[in-house]
């Protein structure tokens, strides 16, 4: 294995550092394992005097055509959001498929961020020349300004490249956390689920949304009484939302089912 050295400061090691209490340490290094391949092998398609131009064409052609990273198939779409699938398989969601081809450009001095709108992700490339180039990960074409004001949709108000401001990397991190907790919820997958709204609720405590998710995997698992309390955490803090009516319900029913057991 070649002696490239990992960067202490990167998206996919710092997203591992917040999910990997919640992994065992065979996945975990299996995980990087492949990640350090990765980077070695794009190393060693590099030549002296590269432009930023022709290496991000080197990259695509790299990731999407020799290593065949592309989005899941039908049968594999409930893994979507799973960072060890997309490393075994080199399959994942469009979002995934972004974040870890920001990751590479950025470990090879490309300048790259996410610009994510209306759940949509694009990969934004700053080239040294000051010209921008937009990446749609799910297969790596890239595409015009038309074409990205097309991508995005109408709900914004950009007028040029420079507007779209890319999201910071812990903005990708804690958006993939939360993208795999409701991919985890989807698959009745509760207590992996549990574990990741932890590590968002620990970044922001009085999260009312996460705590409403929270309460519903703590209903799934059978802990009533402190669901009850995210519940109605979430119904004080956001009263005018919709869904609040539907968890007084839910309080309700709870407490009918408790009395009648009692």
Partial sequence: MSQLQLPEHN???????KIQAYISS?????????????LTQFELKLVEDMDDLAKVQALLDFYYLEQIYSLPSKSEQLLAYDISRLFDTHSGSEFLLGFLLIDLCNQFDIEACAIYENQKILVKIRLASGE??????DCGTSLDWEEVISFIGQDHDFTSPEDCEGFTQEDLIVSLISLRKSELIDNGQYLEAFNYIEILLAEDPDNPYERRDRGFILQQLECDKFAKADFEF???KCPQDPVAGLLKLQIENMLNTYQAEH
């Fill in 132 to 137: 921008y180039i937009f990446i749609n990960p």
């Fill in 234 to 236: 979430f119904i004080e």
């Fill in 26 to 38: 065979e996945k975990y290094s299996s995980i990087i394992n492949k990640y350090h391949d990765l």
């Fill in 11 to 17: 998206l996919i090691l710092n997203y591992l550092e």
